[in-house]
């Protein structure tokens, strides 16, 4: 065999072979989500539940992949909620400066920006909760978080001040609460030993 005939046999196996393992199910094996976010977002009965933002919202965090126990999925799952809530409310005090801002459209803004203070407090206090293994208190907070954000959206209706973006940071700031308000319930039950 002439080396230019076992050249183009090598190369035509090597690309047999890229394509062969670069098809889509094995493409799809490495994006699906691990069996621990799966069993998390599975573990639930709430009606307005999320599944599927559940999943995209733990898997956006790369710490996500080497997660081994609820435990570190509730401190993932608790600070990308604080991310979530604090770059809604820098949007809500980007809308406050904007100059093209209606008056009648500030008040409620500057109600939503307490209402996210609140937020990002009391997730804050159930990442604080779970670090200390005081699960029933981190559960407390996280649920909690979707009662102040019902008083932003409030705040928004009385005043008539629909924008589509903060409609969306606080149906994801809301999503983000009963994430970890599932997380943490979860903890709770779970056999871990008390402080």
Not at 97 to 122: Q, R
Not at 148 to 161: G, I, M, P, R, T
Request: glycine fraction near 4%; proline fraction near 5%.
């Amino acid at each position: 065999m002439d080396s230019l005939s076992h050249v183009l046999i090598v190369v035509t196996i090597y690309l047999s072979l890229s394509f062969h393992f670069s098809s889509p199910p094995y493409a799809a094996a490495a994006d699906a989500p691990s069996h621990l976010v799966r069993e998390s977002c599975n573990k639930t009965t709430l009606t307005q539940w999320n599944y599927t933002f559940c999943v995209e919202a733990l898997e956006s965090d790369p710490r996500t992949a080497s997660a081994s126990d609820l435990l570190t999925l509730a401190n993932i799952a608790i600070e990308l909620a604080i991310a979530n809530a604090t770059k809604a409310q820098a949007h809500l005090y980007d809308m406050l400066k904007n100059s093209d801002t209606g008056s009648n459209f500030k008040a409620p803004l500057e109600g939503c920006v307490h209402w996210y203070d609140m937020m990002i407090e009391s997730f804050g206090e159930a990442l604080d909760g779970v670090r200390k293994k005081n699960y029933d208190i981190a559960n407390y907070c996280a649920f909690i978080v979707g009662d102040y954000v019902d008083n932003c959206e409030k705040e928004l209706d009385s005043n008539a001040a629909h924008d589509p973006s903060l409609e969306t940071n606080n149906k994801n700031v809301k999503e983000f609460s009963l994430i970890g308000y599932v997380i943490t319930d979860l903890l709770d039950l779970s056999p871990h030993p008390r402080p």
